[in-house]
């Protein structure tokens, strides 16, 4: 396999001087490292919580505005950037002649913002010809709330698509859709990059046949408390089983569910009753399922008017490398094993006539199929593991559906939620006690 570039940090110069100075520099460094952990968009005070939280490690970069001057995406690596009400934005990536690549990249509207039913995002794949390879358009539909939603692009080694299957530059085409004629603000992005090694030994070409698409019965009893995360790099572990979390309107949850080849997904989530208000809010709860590579499978949704509603999913394939070469892209989806997330967005507009809430949220999480072998990769993915699951991701979803507690990365996703609550009077009081003493401790040295 070809070896890849990878985008190249280069730290900015280190000030020189005094020790009391240096010390000045350490802690506004400490303070800038700090505030650039909390989710993308979180205002320095407390108060309402960004719409979204970027991951941690998103590498910033900048949109060109051709082919020509546009930034390179290492595949296994995720960034951050930023979408123009109008125009197009360009990113390159390098790929070798045998892997398949995914690049997906989430819009993230400021929260506030006047969103219609068909504004959303396009994500088109070029070869350095400028042929298309893939085309990929994602809308609000009629859940008209700010909320964070993903298109993907691809590149696939097909004999439907031999323009692309050179190595070389690919052009990456990010653009707004958009219903009215002028919107100025900009979205936020997160862009995530992935390839897929080729086979050891081609398979089957086609689509499987028969699958059983029939709607299991939801499952029943009382679930256990598991809050979900605020994106895709914080999404909290859950496996088959029982889920319940509290949402706010305007608030979007992302859940993650190993799901290993042969395993068949099914999924609802159900809004309890409210305790005051009136009316019918449409579009009100949004239930979307994303693939390993944050590529859209399916959402369903269900309007509110105060009792109990639910919104499940029509029934999925089971995951199969096959599932590729389906017609409809729900099904094309369901290619490979590895975590899924189900990601929940509760309308702002739920507010307007029920008030902020919260609301009581219920996940239903039903896994059937037996797990089988993979299809046998000739190499490692980038990022390695991404399409097959661990002994780790097999135990804990194992421990989720016989309704271990929350641990490890429920845990860890309430931390992240911890941290980013934190107002910024309270980081910059830690920052400048560690300032002083700091600067002290260097003064008292000389």
Request: aromatic fraction near 8%; include cysteine.
């Amino acid at each position: 396999m070809r070896r890849r570039r990878a985008v190249r940090w280069r730290p900015a110069r280190m000030w020189r001087g005094s020790p009391p100075v240096r010390a000045r520099a350490a802690a506004v460094a400490a303070l800038l490292c700090v505030t650039g952990a909390l989710p993308a968009g979180t205002a320095l005070a407390a108060g309402t919580p960004a719409p979204y939280a970027f991951a941690p490690d998103a590498r910033p970069v900048d949109g060109g505005t051709s082919a020509a001057g546009a930034a390179t995406l290492a595949p296994g690596t995720t960034y951050k950037s930023s979408l123009p009400g109008s125009g197009e934005i360009h990113y390159r990536l390098n790929l070798d002649a045998t892997s398949d690549a995914y690049v997906s990249v989430t819009a993230v509207p400021a929260a506030g913002s006047t969103i219609h039913a068909g504004d959303g995002v396009k994500v088109s794949v070029r070869d350095a010809a400028g042929r298309s390879c893939s085309q990929n358009t994602e809308t609000f539909g009629i859940v008209r709330s700010p909320r964070p939603i993903a298109a993907w692009g691809v590149r696939e080694i097909s004999a439907d698509r031999p323009r692309c299957e050179s190595a070389g530059s690919y052009d990456v085409i990010v653009e707004r859709v958009s219903t009215s004629e002028s919107a100025a603000d900009t979205w936020d992005l997160e862009l995530f990059a992935a390839t897929e090694s080729p086979l050891k030994q081609a398979g089957e070409t086609s689509a499987p046949e028969t699958w059983d698409s029939a709607s299991p019965d939801p499952l029943t009893g009382e679930g256990e408390h598991r809050a979900g995360g605020p994106g895709f790099a914080s999404a909290v572990a859950i496996g088959e089983g029982v889920w319940t979390s509290d949402i706010e309107p305007g608030r979007t949850l992302f859940y993650e569910v190993p799901l290993d080849w042969g395993r068949q997904l099914h999924a609802g989530a159900e809004l309890g009753a409210s305790k005051g208000g009136d009316g019918y809010a449409v579009g009100a709860l949004n239930l979307a399922l994303y693939n390993p590579v944050r590529g859209f499978v399916d959402d369903a949704g269900a309007n509110y008017d105060g009792s109990v509603k639910a919104a499940e999913l029509d029934p999925l394939p089971p995951v199969a490398y096959e599932n590729r070469y389906a017609g409809p892209d729900r099904l094309s989806a369901m290619r490979f094993a590895g975590s899924y997330y189900l990601v929940v967005h509760l309308s702002a507009a739920v507010a307007e006539r029920y008030g902020d809430g919260p609301f009581e949220l219920t996940l239903r999480v039903r896994e059937d199929g037996s797990a089988q072998a993979g299809p046998g990769y000739a190499g490692e993915s980038e990022p390695r593991d991404v399409f097959q699951l661990s002994a780790t991701d097999r135990e804990a979803a194992a421990a989720d559906g016989a309704g271990g507690g929350a641990g490890g990365s429920g845990d860890a996703a309430m931390t992240v939620l911890a941290v980013s609550g934190i107002g910024a009077g309270t980081l910059v009081l830690v920052v400048l006690g560690v300032w002083m003493v700091v600067a002290r401790r260097r003064v008292g040295a000389l």
